[in-house]
Every structure is written in structure tokens, then in C-alpha cells.
């Protein structure tokens, strides 16, 4: 059999000149790192939650009175040993179930921040004792965000990451050499970046155009005669359907 | 996701061939190129070229994955196969598929129908170096065969019945009438001339189930084809005429009537690349006996050397003595020591043993099978045994210039 010397060739993605080789624990790394920073961020933004320091002295209180009283000193840091330990088993399953649920947890833990900017507090509107305001968080509106498109973007990176891993095991399987899938690789994780790029930025955008254009909009909606969770129920309809029968019309091509 | 969506899927992925056809030896390589051509769309794309069986791949790989960017991608590649059996075989077709880069898309797939013809032959048998073999060797040259077929000359001989194989231009018409008048004769009459003087030989190779024992790629058959291509060649390098009989259990199913030259060589490589090895457990009574009456016309008056190339089991041999006689009904005896039939034997128990052990027991078979050797030794018949891997077929007609 002829030795197959590694070589840098060049991959054109989307016009872009790129130099590398990728195998299998370069894949896995990369998912790392986005799990990694989705925990991460996601942890940041509960440590600067009250609801943290609410969780911290109902632990302490509960300890105090039962046997576990020896760990009282870790207490601040257990809940986020637990939360890393369960996202390092969920990556160490690497399944695409075990990465969602990487993101499940993650969002999980930076709901209350999100949920601390909401107009529309619901605790309220069901009548209930509570508001939002026991979600405060110590973070700005710009960093809530940033935190929020990183979950996104994360899920979005490792799903498409973990396809490109089962691809790449299916191929091997298959018969296709590993030469011939190092170069085919990078050119997949290209355009995977490239989306979740352009979906980061594409939110952002939004996101800091909407208060521009807020009147604007505002008086738009003002003429409309439904009240805006009709719209927004329509809309929320409207926006799955249109991708539906996107999909259909694709498959019968 | 909108994005990714107005990114189609390669549609026209384009798969040709360099070669069309290529002839090899088996357990040669040959390396097969493909040109791949991706004109839109960005994604995934996978050939996978589709090998027949008996083909082993030894370089590179017919399965290749391609990543197809913005720009046009043309890629040449290219693979080695080794071919273990001889025969004719088609490649192809070649199948690709091509993949959305985030599988968004229905994933394309397609087959390129481009044909490609290999044709394996065993290598020819160099028997060069046997300069005097008439003298020396085991494998005679036939010493008193006068031709029935070759060159016509004008003297006329006789007029006789219609045989396959005989010329149109040679019918005599009136004569035809004429019989068909008097006595109701169907068959046309021909006209016979003195033929020049070339020596015949007729091969008549066993194809039953005998000879199917051992691996499908290493079994006595295999070894027999290889052999009959060897003499066939020696023979007509020495301007003898070749006749070949391929027979079987239902009697003779193909023949290659008696000629010289090289096209004749080629026209008995093409009956011997598709022959194909019975399969089955039944020995015919009638398969040599039929074989040769089916041959008897181009048998009579020419007084041919016979080779027979089988295996001689207990049996089939009481099959292949009626076979001997039949032969020897339409020969006429030699004055000479010179046998005009000879067997060449395929030692098959030796050819399938796989261990020390297998190949003792081969050994006690092949002493169980002397006496029957002996059988044929005393009709007159010159019994060659011959174990391939063991000796060469050039090394077995070099064998009695050795013991001289």
C-alpha cells in the first residue's frame, strides 16, 4: 500500500482559501470547547443571579440540620462542580440526545437572567406571589444577550459538529480513506462556522436595530386593530409553516 | 437557516472513465483511472466504483469522498485491482452521491453508466528454451498425423457428406441434387481436396465437476485452462494445426475446429477466458465418448495427437477409457513408440491440500489411482500426472530433457 504523507491542501469554502487537515479528535475538541463555553457562560450569568444566592441559603439551611453539615464550606462551588461534571458525562456520551442536553442545562441555568428583562412579567399575570424581579441579575441587558446568542449559537455549532462526526464515521465505515476525509472535513466545519457565524451577527444586528427603528415599528402595530399577542401567535404560526412546506417542496425536487 | 437553504446540493456530478477496456494476467495489476467533475452546488460528494467478484483492490481506493466548495472541482483518480480469476468482466456502473454540507437537503444520488471491459487471461506459458522437445520431452510433437483440413490444393480426392465446420463455396450442387433425387438424401454433398500436410493436435479439456475441486481461483480447472493455453501455443508456434474440445458433463459444448497461426491462438483464448467449471456431482457416461464423436469428422484420416487434460478419479475413469477408445476408432495406429494419445492428469487432491497433512493423504490417493494409471498405460495411452504448484508445465516438458 502506497504511505499516505500528510500534506496542507488548500479548500476553497464559500471562496474562502484555507490551508488545513482535520481528524476525528480535532472534531471532539472543537466540541468541547463549544460545550465548554456554553457551560461556562451560562454558569457566569447564574453566579450573578439573586436566585444563586437564594438557592445557596436554602442549601446552607438544609445542611445545617441534616448530616451533610462537613461540606457546608464547598457549598458555593458544589452546585457548579455538579453542573460541570454532568455536562462532562453528557459530552463524554457525545450522542446527539447527550449534546442537547448540554444545552437544555445550559439554558436552564441562564433562564432566570433572561427571563429578569422581560416586559411581560407572567408570575404576575397568573397572580401569583412572585415576579421576575427575584431573577435579578447583576449583568447588563448587552451582556445577557451576548450570553443568550452564545447558547445559540453553541447548539447550533454542536449540532451541526456532531452530524459532521457521525458523517465522517459513517464515511470511514463505508470504506472512504481518512486522507480523504481529513480534507473534507474542513471544508464542512467551514461552513458550519460560516452559519453559525452569520446567525450570531444576523441576531446582533437585530437586536440593536429593533430600538432604532422602535417607533417606527410601534406605530405600525399601533394600527393594527388585534392586540399583540394575536400577531405574535400568528406570526409564531406563519414562520414554522412557511419552512414546512419549504421542506416539502424541496423533497418532492 | 435561510442562509444555508439557498445553497443547493451538487446536481451534476459528471464520472468518466480513461479506459475503456484493458486486457491482464491474472494476479496482475491494473490500475483503473477515473476523472471526476462537479460543476455546481457546494457539499459532500462520495464515488464509489463497483468492483465484480475475484478482484482484489491493492492500492488506492474505489470509494472517494470529495468536498465540493464554490468553485468548479475536476479530480483525477485512480485505483489498482489485482484479478485472481480469469474471465471477462465488466466494471462499473460507477455510483455517487452528493450531500447538502448541513443535510438540509435531500441527499442526491445517481449512477454513471460507464462501462468498463477487462478481460483476464492467464499468463501465456514461455516453452521457448525446449529446443528439440520431439526428442526429449514427455510432451510429443505428432509425429505421424497427415492433415485433414489446412491449405487446399487442386487435386480432387472425393466427394463426401456435408460436415459443420466445412466451407459453402465447397458444396457441389449438382452432386447434392443428384443424391437427393435418387436416394432422398438430405444432407448437402461436398467437395474434398488434398489437403498440404500439417500436423494436428486435438485438445480436449474436461470441464466436469471433477475438476472443480479446491478454491474457486486455485482449483484443477484453473490450472487445466492455463495448461491447455500453454500447448495450444507450443503447438501452433511449431506450425501444427489446433483444434480445441471443451466438454463437460453433457458431452463436448465448445469446439475450436483445427487451424494454424496466431488468430487461431487468440480464437482458442477467447473460448478459454469464459469457460466456466461445472458445478454439480454428477459424472456423464457419455461426456469424452460424446465430445469425440462430436469432433469425429475432423478426427478421421488426419490421425491426430490427443491430449486430454482432466483429472483421473475412480470415477471417471472407466468414462474417459471409452473416451480413449472412441479416439482411437478414428485414428490409426503408429508404427512408432510414439503414443498418440496422451492424458495430462491434474493431480487434484495435491492441488487442494492446504497443510502437510492434507498433502500426505493427496499423496495416498495419487498411489490408490497407479493402478488405474497402469490401465491406461497399457492401451497405449501416455498418462502425464501433474501437480502445478509443485512443476511448471515448461518444467514438465523440460523434465525428460533433464533425466537425459
Known sequence: ?253 | MIFALTINQPRSVTVNRLERELASYVDNEVTVPLKIEVLDGVGLVTVADTLPQYFKLTNGNNFRVLWKGIRKKTQTISYKIECTKRGIYSLGPIKWEARHPLLLKQTRINTSEEPFKLIVRHKPLSVKRIRSAKTFSKIPLPLGSSAKMGITTTDFREIRDYLPGDPYRSINWKATARRAVQYGGLLPKVNEFEKEGKKVVWIFLDKSAEMSLGPIIRNPFEYAVQATAGLARFYLERDCKVGLCIYGARGAERIVFPDVGGRQYYRILRELVSVEVEIGDHVSIFSLKDAVRRCRGHLLGSNPLSIIITTITSRNFRYIIEGVKEIKKYTMPMKSKSRQTIILHLMAHHIAARDFVEEAAAELLELERQHIIEDFKKMGVSVIPWNPLRQSLTRLLLVGLRSA
Open chain 1, 1 to 253: 500500500m502506497e504511505s499516505i504523507t500528510p500534506k496542507l491542501n488548500k479548500i476553497i469554502v464559500s471562496g474562502v482559501k484555507i490551508c488545513m487537515r482535520l481528524n476525528y479528535s480535532a472534531i471532539r475538541s472543537t466540541e468541547f470547547l463549544v460545550a465548554l463555553l456554553m457551560i461556562c457562560s451560562s454558569i457566569y450569568s447564574l453566579l450573578n443571579n439573586r436566585i444563586y444566592d437564594f438557592f445557596i441559603l436554602f442549601l446552607s439551611r438544609f445542611l445545617q440540620a441534616s448530616f451533610l453539615s462537613p461540606i457546608y464550606p464547598f457549598l458555593p462551588t458544589l452546585p457548579i462542580v455538579i453542573l460541570f461534571s454532568v455536562s462532562l458525562y453528557f459530552y463524554a456520551m457525545g450522542r446527539q440526545k447527550h449534546l442537547d442536553g448540554i444545552y437544555a442545562i445550559s439554558w436552564l441555568i441562564y433562564l432566570p437572567s433572561l427571563l429578569y428583562f422581560s416586559r411581560v412579567d407572567w408570575l404576575q399575570v397568573l397572580g401569583l406571589p412572585i415576579n421576575f424581579q427575584m431573577f435579578e441579575t447583576k449583568l447588563s441587558f448587552a451582556e445577557t444577550l451576548i450570553i443568550g446568542i452564545s447558547l445559540v449559537t453553541g447548539r447550533i455549532l454542536l449540532f451541526y459538529i456532531s452530524q459532521i462526526r457521525e458523517i465522517y464515521l459513517e464515511m470511514l465505515g463505508r470504506g472512504a480513506e481518512k486522507n480523504d476525509l481529513e480534507h473534507v472535513l474542513p471544508g464542512m466545519m467551514m461552513f458550519t462556522i460560516l452559519l453559525a457565524g452569520s446567525s450570531t451577527a444576523a441576531s446582533l444586528a437585530i437586536s440593536y436595530l429593533i430600538p432604532v427603528f422602535r417607533h417606527l415599528l410601534n406605530s405600525i402595530i399601533t394600527l393594527l386593530p388585534y392586540p399583540y399577542i394575536i400577531i405574535g401567535v400568528i406570526c409564531l404560526t406563519i414562520i414554522p409553516l412557511c419552512i414546512i412546506i419549504y421542506f416539502h417542496s424541496g423533497a418532492s425536487d
